[in-house]
Nanobody, 124 residues
Framework: QAQLVESGGGLVQAGGSLRLSCAAS????????MGWFRQAPGKEREFVAA????????RFADAVKGRFTISRDYPKNTLSLQMNNLKPEDTAVYYCASSAKGRSYYVPDEYDYWGQGTQVTVSS
């Protein structure tokens, strides 16, 4: 079983930046890809970004493309999300997740393990 712990959330003004981190432990060697999702109040959880764990190839939602960067430190089992030019609509709880299924990286049900989430609030 894998354990995922996010950190780095907070309050930032529009146009600012935040960096989220996710420390993974346990059975991460089974991860095929890892991802970031977010959930705003009253909305469904949505895909933000994912990365294929071995190759490092990233994927992004259109809403964050060009503003967010996803990276991983393979030996240290850490996942990061650099968020630049943040907008009020980026406000949400952000979750990291890992998947051993290797199918649709943008579908929450494809992920096996989830962190507890970290709040990101962007003020206008």
């Amino acid at each position: 079983q894998a354990q995922l712990v996010e950190s780095g959330g907070g309050l930032v003004q529009a146009g600012g930046s935040l960096r989220l981190s996710c420390a993974a432990s346990g059975r991460t060697f089974n991860a095929y890809f890892m991802g970031w999702f977010r959930q705003a109040p009253g909305k469904e959880r949505e895909f933000v970004a994912a990365i294929y764990w071995l190759s490092g190839i990233p994927r992004f939602a259109d809403a964050v493309k060009g503003r967010f960067t996803i990276s991983r430190d393979y030996p240290k089992n850490t996942l990061s999300l650099q968020m630049n030019n943040l907008k009020p609509e980026d406000t949400a709880v952000y979750y990291c997740a890992s998947s051993a299924k290797g199918r649709s990286y943008y579908v929450p049900d494809e992920y096996d393990y989830w962190g507890q989430g970290t709040q990101v609030t962007v003020s206008s």
